[in-house]
Structures are given as C-alpha cells and as structure tokens.
C-alpha cells in the first residue's frame, strides 16, 4: 500500500504556482520522497525526488518539512500542459536486491490547470 | 531517440490466446521493470529485474513472465490471457539503487 496521502484533486490557473501537498507521516530515515506525474494516457514521468533537504530543478521544487512527514511539489508557473496526475511516493534508499526500491503508486492527485 | 520504447502500443486479442510485450531502454540502465495500470487508474509493480536477478510481485499470476534476451530489453509474455488481464502495461528503466525511473509509452491490451 502507497504510504502516502494526497488530496484527489487540485486546480491552479495558468501562470499561477501549483502547490500539490503530500503527507507521509511513517516515513522512515532512509526513505526518500518522490514525485512523479502522469499525463493522460502516457507513462509516469519523473520530476524531482528528495531526502530531507529542499530540492529544485528546471521542473518543479520540493519542500520537505523539517519533520519530513510531509512535502509540498510546487510548479511555479503552471501551464496547461502540467494538467496530470502528480505521484507522492516514499521509497528506501538502498543498493538494488529487493523490493523496498520498488515504486508504488497510490492514486495521486489530479492537477487541472486552467486558463 | 525515444529513451524506453514499447510494442506494440495495442494489442486486442481474444481470451486464451498467448501474446508478449516487447521493451527496450537505450539508457543504459541495469534495471528493468513492468507495471501494470487497470481500468481504475492504478498503477502497479509486477516485476523488477536486474542483472538476471528477478523479483516478483506475489500477486502476479504465473501466466506472466518477464523475458531478458539483453541487458537493454524486457519482454512480457502472457499465457493463456483472461479478459481481467486487459489494461495498459508500462514498462520503465532506472539504474540500481533509489534513482528515477524511466518509462516507456504503454501497451495497451484489450482482452475480448
């Protein structure tokens, strides 16, 4: 089971930020936070991950509370081709040979931007 | 260059028949996966793979079986197929370890 929570659904109008909030409450000191999205009817595709530490990239930024039980992705200009659905998913740091890596993906949270 | 790329992109076949997915990643990555997402939306793991090391999703039925001829393809044979196996399946790559996967476009597998 995902050991994540999201709100179902989001709007944002274009040019706005998208903030998408996630708790994982259980989250455990070796466990990462991802962020993946899926655009109707392609594959998942990832966006940013991160420990304990904020993180940005050309795509979004991810702020992790200090007590890192839960995490925001923020888009700062959302367009109407960020509308998808975003993935909060925890997974555990470690060298390939089980299935602890493996991603699982609760439902989501369906972002519409709007114009 | 399309990173991870699946055939075909559908696939209507009748019940009992045997079909196969066909995968591959140009990325170079040592680890390989399929996932399955049904009607509902839910996308779920049915098997990593790395370096001939294979692990299983326990609900997975043994109909299906993952195929690695090379390091850079991963094939998804299905027997027998039941119409509950319609759904879209995606495969993705990623290096060993808690890095970002990759996916591919999907398959999607009508069962009539």
């Known amino acids: 089971d995902a050991k994540t929570t999201q709100p179902p659904s989001m709007d944002c109008a274009e040019g706005r930020a998208a903030n998408l909030p996630c708790n994982h409450s259980t989250i455990s000191g070796n466990e990462y936070v991802y962020w993946y999205r899926q655009i109707h009817s392609q594959g998942p595709q990832y966006i940013i991950h991160?420990?304990?530490n904020n993180e940005t990239n050309e795509m979004a930024s991810l702020i992790i509370t200090e007590d890192r039980k839960s995490s925001t992705l923020i888009l700062p200009h959302a367009t109407l081709r960020d509308t998808a659905v975003y993935y909060c998913?925890?997974?555990?740091?470690?060298?390939?040979?089980?299935?602890?890596?493996?991603?699982?993906f609760g439902k989501g949270t369906k972002l519409s931007v709007k114009p | 260059d399309t990173a991870v790329s699946q055939t075909p992109k559908y696939l209507v076949t009748q019940m009992g028949n045997d079909k196969s997915i066909k995968c591959e990643q140009n990325?170079?990555?040592?680890?390989m996966y399929w996932y399955k997402q049904d009607s509902k939306k839910f996308l779920k793991i049915m098997f990593s793979?790395?370096?001939?090391?294979?692990?299983i999703n326990e609900t997975v039925p043994n109909r299906f079986s993952p195929k690695s001829p090379d390091k850079a393809h991963l094939n998804l044979h299905i027997n027998s197929l039941e119409l509950g196996d319609s759904a879209v399946y995606f495969c993705?790559?990623?290096?060993?370890?808690?890095?970002?996967?990759?996916f591919g476009p999907g398959t999607r597998l009508t069962v009539t």
């Open positions: 990325l170079g990555h040592d680890t």
């Open positions: 998913i925890v997974r555990s740091r470690h060298r390939y040979g089980g299935s602890q890596g493996n991603l699982i």
């Open positions: 991160g420990l304990k």
């Open positions: 993705a790559s990623s290096r060993p370890g808690p890095y970002e996967q990759y």
């Open positions: 793979y790395n370096n001939k090391e294979l692990i």
